[in-house]
């Protein structure tokens, strides 16, 4: 009888005792057992800040220690929400998160954090969550886990508060800074913050910037292009237009970083009346794409932060930013600078042709039925649609200008000195980029591969390493456009600390170089009535490279020092001549316009060329999109193509996939 009313007892005590909910499963409630427990340190590294020093488990979401709670989807986004956000509602999001995870505890008594202090930051910070196309975290609701202020809660910022007090009375002291809106932030940025700082850019000097999309990578994400001119969107009669490429490599992260600032700098330093950038830009069409491999950077950003994750600082230096080739390929692990047609080969097979030249050579079509990747198709498509003078593609992992050609003339295709008919306007370019870096062309400096045939910071391609599909190549044997390859510092991946002197040592160099596209001549190609000729040819005797003009007949052409006879033809025109004599030390682009008459005896040459015909040629039998219609169909390919950047994170750390973090799930 004794027993019965005992076991009636615990039973009543088992009914009444308040229950717990599992909300690990969104949208379900999956009541757990009550553990009689005592207060506990809070020993999670990432809480440590909390106003409050003790903690009880199960906690509110039902992890039943400590360990579990750190290997916990939840405690796995506390722990990256800093990075993922950029910065913003730092700390509060991971302090509100701290109070669910390891909710404080008093005489053997959880208490519940205040609910108004939830709603506050869930105002202040839904839009950033919005950003990055990710849903509010579960455990951060503010009905489940958060109690009334009338119900004895606790502010789970009050710490947090106290401290912003002190700064913003200590910040009243100080004198304001003069042009805040000009200092740049040196850190590294998502994909949605990049393209979120270069909108941002293009909304503070909207007169002289412009973004816009040259197509997606493999896994959707933006090809997104800032544009620096006087007048945005609008080719101008007789301006050069230049661009910079960066992150090719997705690993190689500072070319990327520093085409951000670069971006930056522009904007502000325009906008307080620097006279050289806004010269520059006044007289250019400056085009930067600071990243051309955006998901093989967020695989190298995942493989960093899964590296780190559970591990020592002290104990990860010198492998947290080591030489990982995580990230270098696109997400069908194809190398994008050895992507582009092969023209190469072709150059030298025609070498002993009578009259070869080495300038818009057609895509050969068996090209189109190989593994074309969609960053290269669309970057093909940008070169071929703006009459590009000057490029650079940024790497890392060196210090050197490397120019064309990467492939090697060489019959084994060993590394042998193989240059272009441009070699000498190529070497002045390379230098106008070393000699204005801090230490480039310093033979002290050297580092990485090229340092054994590298001389004052440039090396000829094929002579350091030859390499077939390079992008440098395809620039200069399809179009007009001359792009050398810059590798901008000896870290692929520096520590973040470390971005701000990477800037001090380039920023210069990257300005020099864009200027560099005011040497040589321009002019127009007209007929004799004063019409712009299009696709008319410019050549230079000696030189077999020709160029050719713009929709408006203007031309330019990047030369040395020197008296050259440069030519101007047409089909159904004659030949018109000039000699031009360039002075050392020109600082700007010479005049030089040519009127062409009518030929009475080319019948029916009036028409285009069979060359320039055939360059006109792309993706003739529509391969690249018979490819990508069928790679879209895989479901391997529709999993990856719903799934949002930032999902790397929690992909590769081992824990259970948080698909509560999904809009769209």
């Not at 700064?167 to 740049?184: G, Q």
Request: with cysteine.
């Amino acid at each position: 009888m004794l027993l019965l009313l005992l076991l009636q007892l615990l039973l009543l005590h088992a009914a009444c005792a308040r229950p717990r909910c599992d909300q690990r499963v969104q949208g379900k409630a999956h009541f757990i057992a009550v553990y009689q427990s005592t207060c506990t340190d809070v020993l999670l590294s990432y809480c440590d800040d909390m106003p409050y020093t003790q903690t009880l488990f199960p906690s509110l979401l039902g992890h039943r220690s400590r360990q579990e709670t750190e290997l916990s989807a939840e405690y796995l986004l506390l722990s990256v929400v800093e990075s993922l956000l950029g910065g913003e509602c730092n700390p509060d999001i991971r302090m509100l998160g701290c109070s669910v995870l390891a909710p404080r505890c008093q005489s053997d008594r959880t208490l519940l954090p205040c609910r108004s202090t939830c709603d506050a930051v869930r105002t202040r910070c839904s839009l950033a969550f919005q950003a990055i196309d990710m849903e509010w975290p579960y455990f951060l609701n503010c009905d489940r886990f958060f109690s009334a202020d009338q119900e004895h809660c606790y502010d789970p910022l009050e710490g947090l508060k106290a401290q912003q007090d002190v700064e913003a009375y200590d910040y009243m002291e100080l004198p304001l800074a003069e042009e805040p809106d000009t200092s740049i932030k040196f850190s590294y940025q998502s994909n949605a913050e990049m393209i979120n700082l270069l909108k941002a850019m293009e909304e503070r000097c909207p007169q002289i910037a412009r973004t816009y999309s040259i197509g997606r990578s493999m896994e959707g994400s933006d090809l997104l292009v800032i544009e620096f001119s006087n007048n945005p969107g609008q080719h101008e009669l007789l301006e050069p237009e230049i661009k910079y490429i960066g992150n090719i490599h997705g690993n190689e992260v500072l070319g990327r970083q520093l085409l951000i600032y670069l971006a930056q700098y522009l904007c502000s330093e325009y906008l307080i009346g620097d006279e050289r950038i806004q010269s520059l830009i006044n007289t250019t069409r400056i085009h930067i794409l600071p990243s051309m491999n955006p998901d093989g950077y967020e695989m190298a950003m995942a493989a960093l932060a899964d590296s780190n994750y559970g591990y020592d600082e002290d104990d990860m230096e010198g492998q947290r930013y080591g030489s990982s080739n995580v990230g270098r390929t696109n997400a069908q692990n194809v190398d994008l600078n050895r992507n582009f047609p092969d023209l190469t080969t072709i150059v030298y097979n025609r070498r002993r042709q009578k009259g070869y030249t080495t300038d818009h050579i057609p895509i050969p079509d068996h090209y189109w039925f190989g593994k074309v990747a969609p960053e290269t198709y669309a970057v093909m498509k940008w070169i071929r649609s703006v009459p590009f003078v000057l490029s650079a593609n940024l790497h890392g992992g060196d210090l050197v200008v490397s120019y064309p050609y990467d492939l090697s003339k060489h019959p084994l295709e060993r590394s042998f000195f193989s240059p272009t008919p441009d070699d000498k306007v190529f070497k002045f370019l390379a230098a106008s980029y070393a000699n204005a870096h801090e230490t480039m062309s310093n033979e002290n400096a050297r580092c990485g591969s090229s340092r054994s045939h590298s001389q004052k910071g440039i090396i000829n391609g094929a002579l350091w390493s030859s390499i077939s599909g390079s992008m440098q190549d395809f620039n200069y044997l399809h179009t007009n456009c001359f792009e050398v390859t810059v590798e901008v510092g000896c870290d692929r991946f520096p520590p973040q600390e470390e971005l701000h002197l990477a800037w001090h040592e380039n920023h210069q160099a990257l300005i020099t170089f864009m200027e560099a596209v005011h040497r040589g001549i321009k002019g127009i190609v007209m007929d004799g009535e004063g019409n712009a000729i299009k696709g008319a040819l410019v050549s230079v005797r000696g030189i077999r490279h020709n160029i050719t003009t713009a929709d408006g007949g203007d031309y330019w052409r990047l030369l040395t020092p020197g008296t050259y006879i440069v030519s101007a033809w047409a089909p159904g025109y004659t030949k018109a001549s000039k000699r031009v004599r360039l002075p050392p030390h020109m600082r700007h682009t010479g005049r030089v316009d040519f009127v062409l008459q009518r030929d009475p005896d080319s019948r029916g040459l009036n028409e285009s060329s069979p060359t320039a015909d055939s360059h006109q040629r792309f993706d003739p039998y529509n391969q690249y999109h018979r490819y990508t219609l069928m790679a879209s169909q895989s479901s391997d390919n529709v999993e990856r193509t719903e799934k949002p950047w930032w999902w790397k994170y929690f992909i590769t750390a081992g824990s259970p996939a948080p698909t509560w973090l999904l809009k769209h799930y």
